[in-house]
């Protein structure tokens, strides 16, 4: 099955800083690979996703690349803020198939003001 | 985007009693639905796949005779933790797959359930 590792577990940055969280999968049949926000106690928010067709997506702040060939894709957070802190979650899956989603570990970004 | 409700959204019960958590998609029929549990500063962990009108699928690990779950609808699927013990204190949180082209791969989260077994 899938298995993804995600780094790193915490990240510390100052306020105007970017952030860079990395995930690797091993299954080479994953084409979709979300990316979800989770504040303490609060259900995970999907920010972003990127699909096996496209090598970069990019939503104001928030950027995601794909390198398939290397099977690692990032999320790129700019100009943070302090209301970016929380638990970051990545994801891969088969898109079209009723596999659920595999998640990596998590990493807690803390935005220091 | 489609929305999933999840009660309650905190529980706090006695050791030896059952607890119901239900899923609700609201603007959507989920055929699946998954059902997570989540420890503090831990990843989801997938704890079982409930697919309307038949059995759920658990993951190794899980005692399905202990996480009784039941979909018996497009729009509810519950989990039910039988005879709760203090090792069951949890974050538990479900979520549903989008329908549509645009969706059907995205997973949309309920709220989520603090259980805290005394």
């Known amino acids: 099955g899938e298995n993804v590792e995600q780094h790193p577990s915490t990240l510390s940055v100052q306020e105007g800083d970017s952030a860079v969280i990395k995930c690797t999968y091993s299954?080479?049949?994953?084409?979709?690979f979300p990316w979800y926000k989770q504040e303490l106690g609060k259900r995970p928010q999907l920010i972003i996703d990127?699909?096996?067709?496209?090598g970069e997506k990019k939503d104001q702040r928030i950027a995601v690349t794909l390198n398939k060939t290397a099977k690692h894709f990032s999320l790129h957070i700019t100009e943070t803020q302090p209301e970016d802190s929380a638990v970051y979650f990545c994801?891969?899956?088969?898109?079209?198939?009723?596999?659920?989603?595999?998640f990596g570990s998590g990493t807690q970004l803390t935005v220091l003001p | 985007g489609a929305v999933v409700s999840q009660h309650p959204s905190r529980v706090i019960c006695k050791s030896g009693t059952s607890v119901k958590i239900e899923c609700r998609s609201l603007?959507?029929?989920?055929?699946?639905m998954f059902w997570y549990r989540q420890f503090p500063k831990q990843s989801l962990m997938l704890m079982a796949t409930?697919?309307?009108?038949?059995?759920?699928?658990?993951e190794q690990g899980v005692e399905k005779d202990k996480f009784l779950i039941n979909h018996a609808s497009l729009t509810l699927s519950t989990l039910t933790v039988t005879s709760a013990h203090p090792e069951d204190s949890s974050f538990y949180i479900c979520?549903?797959?989008?329908?549509?082209?645009?969706?059907?791969?995205?997973?949309?989260f309920g709220s989520g359930t603090q259980l805290s077994v005394l």
């Open positions: 994801a891969a899956t088969r898109s079209g198939s009723a596999r659920q989603l595999t």
């Open positions: 990127i699909r096996s067709n496209v």
């Open positions: 979520s549903a797959r989008g329908q549509g082209a645009a969706t059907n791969e995205k997973l949309f």
């Open positions: 299954d080479s049949a994953s084409n979709y």
């Open positions: 603007d959507f029929q989920a055929t699946t």
């Open positions: 409930s697919n309307e009108g038949s059995k759920a699928t658990y």
